[in-house]
Nanobody, 126 residues
Framework: QLQLVESGGGLVQSGGSLRLSCVGS????????VGWFRQAPGKEREGISFISSAGGRQIYADSVKGRFTVSRDNSKNTVWLQMNSLKPEDTGIYYC???????????????????WGQGTQVTVSS
């Protein structure tokens, strides 16, 4: 069973940066495709980024494109989400999720993932 743990969230001012980490345990993360999702208060969970198992393919939601960067180091069983130029509307709980097989075009769909972390809170103040 794969376990995922996110960290790196916190309170930051608008325009600031945070780097989230997603660490896998129990199994090697190298065979898993990983997505990042967020859920704002009162809203549905949305996909914001996806990275293929080897890291060669990344996908971003329009809302974060150009500001967020996803990367991974399979030797460390870790995926990161670098978030720059943060805005108040980026506030929410951020989750990473993993699945072995998913089409790239479905990489931002919540329903496509088998394993989820517990989430880390990101709060951006104006």
């Amino acid at each position: 069973q794969l376990q995922l743990v996110e960290s790196g969230g916190g309170l930051v001012q608008s325009g600031g940066s945070l780097r989230l980490s997603c660490v896998g345990s129990g199994r090697s993360l190298r065979v898993y495709r990983v997505g990042w999702f967020r859920q704002a208060p009162g809203k549905e969970r949305e996909g914001i980024s996806f990275i293929s198992s080897a890291g060669g393919r990344q996908i971003y939601a329009d809302s974060v494109k150009g500001r967020f960067t996803v990367s991974r180091d399979n030797s460390k069983n870790t995926v990161w989400l670098q978030m720059n130029s943060l805005k108040p509307e980026d506030t929410g709980i951020y989750y990473c999720a993993a699945v072995v097989n998913i089409e790239d075009t479905k990489g931002l769909e919540v329903s496509g993932y088998d394993y989820w972390g517990q989430g880390t809170q990101v709060t951006v103040s104006s």
